[in-house]
């Protein structure tokens, strides 16, 4: 349940090592954050992670499988960590893999691999979150986009049209619970400087998980259903979706 300041005390997160997840339990733990599930792939990995999130305070950190690949478990492993928290305030969807654009279109594997890690297992599991907030009557979703998916572009169009398809997904889920006590919100951030892109040049406009997970925060408490991080990427993508094809794939970024 919430705490009295409307901030969650229970929390899940699917794709548990992500970097900026990481951020926003630290920012919720400067609250009342009382329960952490982290849910992912590699359990070694989890488990450090879990440890960081010990370290943040007096929070009970539990670790689970979640494999976004595996499709037919996707949603058996949702509803298994959702299960080990009384009552989910938040489910932060931060499942997500960044892939090699320029080996991975030329390889249907690769391209399948990151389509269904970033896109279909996301939402499933979402479909499998939404059911069981409608049971518990409440619930808030976090839901981590990307600018990439906002417009896609010859550089990284595996990677961008697998969140687009997310981003159109969970706006669309969204839409369809806006009378409901349940709230998506989607946060599309640029480039974020996290371990996913630590081997990638850095860019402009380049952000940190900590500010992605503050913009983040405060737009779900304003209910807001998207969020771009830095706030100047949406003027930026709206001029990108405006400039004629024969421009915007000569872009060099």
Known sequence: MNDPFKKPQNVVVLGGNSDIAFAILKELAKHRLEKVVLAGPNQTTLHERASMVSGLGKIEVLVASFD??????????????????????????????????????????????????????????????????KKQGTGSIIVLSSVAGAKVRRSNFIYGSSKAGLDAFALGFSDALWDTPIQITVVRPGFVKTKMTESL????MSTTPEKVAIAALRAMELGKDIVWVPQSFRTIIFGLRHMPRSVNRKLPF
Do not use: C, Y
Not at 95 to 110: F, H, K, R
Not at 201 to 204: F, I, L, S
């Open 201 to 204: 040049k850095t860019v402009p």
């Open 68 to 133: 976004a690949t595996d499709l037919t478990q996707v949603a058996a492993q949702t509803d298994l960590s959702m299960s080990l928290v009384p009552n989910v305030d938040l489910l932060i969807m931060a499942a997500g893999i960044l892939g090699d654009q320029s080996s991975d279109e030329s390889e249907p594997m690769a391209v399948s691999r990151v389509l269904t890690t970033n896109f279909t297992g996301p939402a499933v599991a979402l479909t499998a979150v939404v059911e069981k907030m």
